[in-house]
C-alpha cells in the first residue's frame, strides 16, 4: 500500500482527467495504491465500505453469496471504477471483488469523491456515464443468461473475452472450468464437452488455457441463436 500522485498519473481515469491540479490534489491526498496478486479479496461482501475503488491494472471477478452458492456476477478488467453502486448507495458491499490476475487498485475515501463530484461537473458526468453503461450492460446479460440456452451462454462468454477483455482473438482463459461454469451457470463437465464440441466443428482451437476462435461468424451466430 502507497499513497499516490494523482497529477503525475499515468493511468488516470476518463472522468479524472477532467480534473483540475487543486482537484487532483485532493484526490491524491485521500487516495492509495494497493497490489494484489493473484486469488486476493479487493473488498468482501457484506464488509462495510468507505472507499470507491479505482482498477488501474488487471482483471477482477465480481462474486455474489446467495442462499446456495456464491455466483460469479461478472469479469471486469481496469481502468474501471468498482463498488460505484454500493458505496454511493449503502454502506455495506453486495458483492466481492477477488483479483484473477495481479492487479493495482486505489481505494479513494468517498468523502473526497462526493466533493470532486461536486466540484467539476465534467467529473460527475463522466462518472454517471460509466454507471449508466455498466446497468445497460447488466441487463443485456441478463436477458442473455435468461433466454439462451447454455451452448449461447458459452460462446456468449468466449466473445466476451475476445472482444472486451482481450481484444483479441486468441488469448488465455483467466478462469478455471469450475469458474467458467459458474459464469455460464452450468456444469464443469458441461463446460469442457461444450469447448470440445466447438474444436470438433472449428470453431475454436482449443489446448489447455488457450483459446484461438477460428470461426469468429460461427461463434456469434451460436451466441445469438444457441
Do not use: W
Not at 482481450?166 to 488465455?172: A, L, P
Amino acid at each position: 500500500m502507497k499513497s499516490v500522485s494523482c497529477s503525475t498519473c499515468l493511468l488516470k481515469s476518463k472522468a479524472a482527467e477532467n480534473l483540475e491540479d487543486a482537484e487532483l490534489n485532493i484526490l491524491g491526498q485521500s487516495c492509495v495504491e494497493v497490489v494484489f496478486q493473484k486469488g486476493e479479496t479487493i473488498f468482501k461482501q457484506s464488509a462495510l465500505s468507505s472507499n470507491i475503488i479505482y482498477l488501474q491494472s488487471g482483471m477482477v471477478k465480481l462474486i455474489m453469496a446467495g442462499p446456495q452458492r456464491t455466483q460469479i456476477l461478472r469479469i471486469k478488467k481496469a481502468p474501471c471504477y468498482l463498488g460505484l453502486p454500493t458505496t454511493m448507495g449503502d454502506k455495506v458491499n453486495h458483492y466481492s471483488a477477488v483479483a484473477v490476475e495481479p492487479t493495482t487498485a486505489c481505494f479513494i475515501d468517498i468523502v473526497a469523491f462526493k466533493q470532486l463530484l461536486r466540484l467539476n461537473t465534467d467529473f460527475s458526468n463522466e462518472i454517471t456515464i460509466e454507471l449508466c453503461k455498466n446497468e445497460l450492460e447488466q441487463f443485456h446479460r441478463c436477458v442473455k443468461l435468461v433466454q439462451s440456452h447454455v451452448f449461447g451462454r458459452m460462446a456468449g462468454n468466449l466473445l466476451y473475452f475476445a472482444n472486451e477483455i482481450y481484444r483479441s482473438d486468441e488469448y488465455d482463459l483467466p478462469l478455471s472450468r469450475n469458474e467458467l461454469a459458474d459464469l455460464a451457470y452450468t456444469s464443469r463437465e458441461t463446460v469442457s464437452r461444450l469447448l470440445s464440441d466447438l474444436a470438433k466443428e472449428q470453431v475454436i482451437k482449443i489446448q489447455g488455457k488457450h483459446i484461438q476462435i477460428i470461426n469468429k461468424t460461427m461463434l456469434q451466430k451460436i451466441s445469438e441463436k444457441g
